[in-house]
């Protein structure tokens, strides 16, 4: 079964506090995306990556850090730094074209401050 | 800075009409735009990605067509069920990695 899978489903975060996202595909795509969804909005573009062990910064980077260590895998951690965390988050991948893209995305991670 | 548009914010209609969603954006120096399905609180799928060497693109019930001087793009959907129902986003690619979507039109289709 190819696809994109993210976890946890629901995540919840004290004030203060790091957390990660889980992001991982087995589709043998080279790029990979994090983007961000607020409520009645399209999706923001936070981090991209290429290849493996480069990153490269989205729209709203700020507050947040990416690893790219294995192709098959792209965390996203939410650092206390980003004052307002409350979104949906979507993972992303592709393969690497300009113009053949197609992007296809996991189920979602809501996150939730406590 | 490119800007993606989608009019209008919501669309309801009976089932079995043909409807049109539309796209537009601010910057021609695109390499493609696609178009995406999203039911609530789950991820997008991809629906059809036009290049931006082509004019359109078909999928079953699905037409996807570009305007790259205009900046326009429309997605027809043909004989509308309630399945149909969603938030439909476009998206267009404006260079390596880097996609700009647009805040996307919610439909509903009424038996």
């Known amino acids: 079964d190819g696809g994109i899978t993210q976890s946890p489903k629901y995540l919840f975060r004290k004030e203060g506090q790091n957390v990660t996202l889980s992001c991982e595909q087995n589709?043998?795509?080279?790029?990979m995306y994090w983007y961000r969804q607020d409520p009645g909005q399209g999706l923001r573009l936070i981090y991209y990556?290429?290849?493996?062990?480069?990153?490269q910064k989205g729209d709203i980077a700020e507050g947040y850090s990416v690893s790219r260590e294995k192709k098959e895998s792209f965390p996203l951690t939410v650092t206390s730094a980003q004052k307002n965390p409350t979104a949906f988050y979507l993972c992303?991948?592709?393969?690497?074209?300009?113009?053949?893209?197609?992007?296809?995305f996991g189920a979602g991670t809501r996150l939730s401050v406590l | 800075k490119q800007e993606v548009t989608q009019i209008p914010a919501a669309l309801s209609v009976p089932e079995g009409e043909n409807l049109v969603l539309n796209c537009s954006f601010t910057d021609s120096a695109i390499y493609n735009l696609q178009w995406f399905r999203q039911d609530p609180g789950k991820g997008l799928t991809s629906l059809l990605l036009i290049q931006s060497s082509q004019r359109e693109q078909t999928s079953g019930r699905l037409n996807a067509s570009l305007d790259k001087s205009s900046g326009r793009s429309t997605l027809y959907i043909a004989a509308s069920q309630p399945g149909d129902s969603a938030t439909y986003l476009c998206a267009v690619t404006v260079n390596a990695g880097k996609s700009t979507f647009g805040d996307g039109t919610t439909l509903t289709v009424k038996p």
């Open positions: 990556s290429q290849i493996v062990n480069d990153f």
């Open positions: 992303a991948s592709s393969i690497v074209h300009l113009a053949k893209n197609i992007q296809y």
């Open positions: 589709l043998n795509h080279d790029a």
